[in-house]
RNA sequence: UGAUGUAUAGCUCAAUCGGAAGAGCGCCGGUCUACGAAGCCGGGAAUGCAGGUUCGAGUCCUGCUACGUCAACCA
């Protein structure tokens, strides 16, 4: 049953019986009655008055009376100024009680949409930083949310494989890497090859100073007056990171063996990134095999009319219209660019898959790009292009400014993922919470907990909000964090491991305390906020929802005794409620894709 | 210059077609011989500026200010 839909048309009726006048159920609006007053939903009647006549005292009264006569199950109600605010009887409550403790409550059914999401997408020239560590959470998200709610979702990945940047790592590790490898370093593998596109750097300034005789510490570019990306191509090892990229394209067979064996090196990396954060993907494209997708597309734009060859020979898209530029699609060369690949790409997926919706996970940096994008293959007439949707989201910052490079280290994932373990294992320890688990339990319970106040840290915000992550200051486990849901949910756990497996008959007639009702009234909202966060494509709603439902289950704790409560029925009643929170907690955190434990 | 996003408490964030502005951190004060204190209870503090629409605006419209991003035949 949902409450609101019958309150709202229940409204509607009862206003037309009273004043003889129709009102659309769009002008109803019912909230959930604020804290400070009495009532469980609060129908506001200000939009009605212009038809009732009356003030929005008495609309309210009036309304009131006609939905008390007509459902049996409002208790009382009162009015405050335009906002008519609506109790249940504890009996009605109960009954909820038992109807959320069935599967059924909180179970979609296949909607028989499919989705195709892509997210991370690395570079293979670099680990992973802050920025993918948000991009796999959302996606990862974004993606069991969907599923929950009925979608079957695909999840893919596109490696950037080739190109100029993974050649410079290449020259710089065919300069100096003496053969090193994962195995002889001990470096993981994508940080290996992070490295070498850093050392690269490091050659080209040295070989400008070299040069233009500029001493240490003498800033470079400025000296010789000269854009980094200018005076780079100057340099003899830029040279050779050309020359592999166009070995590369011909074809080089040592080339590329020695790219293939990077490229798994960093494959290998990521893995285990990866498996820490609990992401995986349906399928893996590679930009190697898919960057001369496009063509096709560009020939199909020509040919209606769509797309147009410039005087240059270059091929492009007038989007003023739209109020966008003129954009290229394709080279005057007749080779691809980015967006040309995009294109191809798309239509490859959606000849696969046929999706109904095609999501990108991409920063925001990329608005203007997939606004291109998606009007590109509308205008060519594609109307699954109309399925596409750019879930946007903004950097993570630090206090600073946006992360360098050359901040280095705070930025890193894999760092930031190993220093928030290691405060989760400091902080256990301090609260001696792990007596009598096994080192092995121990470790695990260290990364449950750390790995959920950095995944609830990230999530919990907007997507479109940027995050300021300070790494001097580590990530809180109080308040409104991961660990705190999680030690809420462990306490759920802890009372029914006390209790046994006893049955729990209901008795309706058990007169409700008002911190039992706010946490039925809260657990009941679960599959709207889980609609919600999908038709919004935000994960921040389940953060938001499973932080409030802990808070309200720990005021009830704290408030009400419930395996020394006074009455069997009573007891009965708070014991179940314990057990729906915490089914709760646990179907939210799972959409975020954090884990909780049965003690910590 | 244009497009786009953001601006809410000292700090970090919430606020579901416009409907009664909420949390956390920090600060102060209570609260464990324990149904788990990573908790609970109490205290003060906020919608960038100027207009407009509306019974009602953090939310919509106009203008302004500040910060970010984009506007490559880069990715």
């Not at 190109?163 to 300069?175: P, V």
Request: aromatic share 10%; with cysteine; proline share 3%.
């Amino acid at each position: 049953m949902n409450i609101e839909q019958l309150l709202k048309s229940s409204t509607v009726q009862a206003f037309q019986a009273l004043f003889a006048a129709e009102v659309p159920e769009t002008s109803v609006t019912i909230n959930l009655t604020k804290k400070e007053f009495e009532g469980d939903y609060t129908v506001v009647t200000f939009p009605l008055v212009k038809l009732s006549k009356r003030s929005p005292e008495e609309t309210g009264r009036l309304i009131g009376d006609a939905l008390k006569e007509k459902l049996n199950f409002i208790s009382k109600f009162n009015v405050v100024k335009g906002f008519l605010n609506i109790s249940f009887t504890d009996q009605f409550w109960i009954e909820r009680l038992q109807e959320i403790n069935t599967n059924a409550f909180t179970a979609f059914p296949k909607n028989g949409k499919k989705v195709l999401l892509e997210y991370c997408s690395p570079n293979t020239n670099k680990p992973l930083h802050i920025g993918h560590v948000r991009n796999m959470l959302l996606g990862y998200s974004t993606t069991e949310i969907l599923k929950a709610t009925g979608y079957d979702v695909t999840t893919v990945s596109i490696y950037n494989d080739r190109g100029i940047a993974i050649c410079k790592s290449m020259a710089a590790y065919i300069e100096r890497g003496n053969g090193a490898t994962p195995q002889s370093t001990g470096i993981k593998g994508d940080h290996l090859i992070g490295d070498y596109y850093v050392l690269f750097g490091q050659i080209v300034n040295e070989q400008l100073r070299a040069k233009y005789n500029v001493s240490a510490e003498q800033d470079i570019f400025k000296t010789i007056g000269k854009e980094k990306e200018v005076a780079e191509q100057e340099t003899e090892i830029f040279a050779k990171a050309k020359d592999l990229l166009l070995k590369w394209e011909a074809g080089d067979t040592d080339t590329i063996a020695l790219w293939k064996k990077m490229n798994g090196w960093v494959y290998e990396g990521y893995q285990v990134t990866y498996d820490m954060m609990g992401v995986k993907f349906d399928k893996d494209y590679y930009e190697s095999q898919t960057y001369k997708l496009g063509k096709d597309i560009i020939d199909e734009g020509l040919t209606k009319g769509v797309f147009y060859k410039r005087a240059d020979g270059a091929v492009a898209i007038d989007l003023t219209p739209d109020g966008l530029d003129e954009k290229i699609l394709l080279r005057s060369d007749g080779t691809s660019i980015y967006m040309t690949q995009d294109l191809g790409t798309a239509q490859v997926r959606y000849d696969e898959y046929h999706m109904d919706r095609m999501i990108y996970v991409v920063a925001n940096e990329q608005d203007y790009h997939f606004k291109v994008l998606k009007l590109c293959l509308q205008k060519l007439g594609k109307q699954w292009a109309d399925g596409i949707h750019h879930l946007s989201y903004s950097m993570v910052e630090s206090p600073t400014g946006r992360f360098k490079s050359r901040e280095g280290k705070t930025a890193d994932a894999d760092d930031m993922i190993a220093e928030v373990l290691r405060i989760a294992e400091e902080k256990t320890k301090e609260l001696g919470k792990t007596d009598g688990f096994t080192e092995e339990e121990a470790q695990h319970l260290y990364r449950t907990i750390g790995l959920a106040a950095l995944k609830y840290f990230i999530l919990k915000v907007n997507p479109y909000q940027k995050i300021i992550f300070n790494p001097e200051e580590s990530i809180d486990f109080h308040g409104n964090t991961g660990p705190f849901v999680q030690s809420s949910y462990v306490r759920t756990r802890s009372i029914l491991r006390k209790h046994g497996n006893d049955s729990l008959p209901l008795d309706t007639a058990t007169p409700l305390h008002n911190s039992e009702r706010e946490l039925m009234l809260l657990i009941y909202e679960y599959p709207g906020t889980v609609k919600y966060a999908a038709d919004n494509y935000n994960p921040a709603e389940m953060a938001n929802y499973v932080y409030n439902l802990a808070k309200v289950y720990n005021k009830f704790y704290n408030e009400l005794p419930i395996l020394t409560a006074e009455t069997e029925r009573e007891k009965n009643l708070r014991i179940l409620l314990s057990k729906v929170t915490g089914d709760t907690i646990r179907k939210g955190m799972k959409l975020l894709g954090i884990e909780v434990p049965e003690r910590m």
